[in-house]
């Protein structure tokens, strides 16, 4: 499984909105921030352009928490 989504994937993911997730979003560092939502633009394929992709565990943390 892929550990980056795209800003839908991840609002799909945790069933919420896609400003949820951008209210959470922080720029990547190799720290975990609790509460937050890490992101680096990437290109994940050959047709794709450069997105902010989401880190999935940072994703998972907030199911855990919530």
């Known amino acids: 499984m ?3 989504l ?6 799909e993911y945790l069933d919420c909105s896609k400003d949820t ?3 959470r979003a922080v720029p990547w560092s190799n720290e975990s921030a609790p509460g937050r939502i890490r ?5 994940l394929g050959e047709d794709t352009r450069m ?6 565990e940072d994703l ?3 199911l855990v928490a919530s």
Do not use: P
């Open 2 to 4: 892929n550990k980056w």
């Open 39 to 43: 992101f680096k633009f990437l290109k």
């Open 6 to 11: 795209s800003l839908a994937k991840a609002a």
């Open 51 to 56: 997105e902010r992709r989401y880190w999935i």
């Open 21 to 23: 997730i951008l209210r």
């Open 60 to 62: 998972d943390g907030l």
